[in-house]
């Protein structure tokens, strides 16, 4: 996903590529945003056009399209699958930590890193192998 400021709650859309892989938003339900490939733009997927919704047109045509996710949302779905995640946000860095007792025998997740948003990507992006790797 391109750096946009407006959008740094979202995760990317690679992340996301890989979330619905392993089960995430099957219903499609919690979709905050589009992702549409073919302009690499980000869209509501409730705007109207002359005869559809993004929305609908996704749900017709789900390769058109990428659905993007909160950060929130994202944790607390890898909560409710067994993990327990501490973020915490110091002075100069920010560090994660997380596990799963359930997987790898409880072993510990860490990182430190200069920023909260560089800290989050990486939690995530370590949250997906980690439980991509456990099913």
């Given at each position: 996903m391109k750096t946009n400021k407006s959008y740094n709650w979202l995760i990317s859309e690679k992340q996301a590529e890989k979330l619905r892989q392993l089960g995430f938003d099957e219903n499609?339900?919690?979709?905050?945003?589009?992702?549409?490939?073919?302009?690499?733009?980000?869209?509501?997927?409730?705007l109207e056009t002359f005869e559809t919704t993004y929305y609908k047109d996704y749900l017709k045509n789900p390769d058109k399209y990428i659905p993007l996710y909160t950060y929130e949302q994202v944790l607390e779905w890898f909560r409710e699958k067994g993990f327990r995640i501490s973020l915490e946000n110091h002075e100069n860095s920010t560090k994660f930590m997380f596990y799963n007792m359930k997987i790898n025998g409880g072993?510990?997740?860490?990182?430190?890193?200069?920023?909260?948003?560089?800290?989050?990507?990486?939690?995530?992006?370590?949250?997906?192998?980690?439980?991509g790797n456990s099913i």
């Open positions: 499609n339900e919690q979709i905050v945003k589009l992702f549409e490939k073919s302009t690499n733009l980000i869209i509501e997927p409730s072993k510990h997740f860490k990182g430190e890193y200069s920023s909260y948003e560089e800290t989050r990507e990486v939690l995530v992006n370590k949250l997906i192998e980690v439980y």
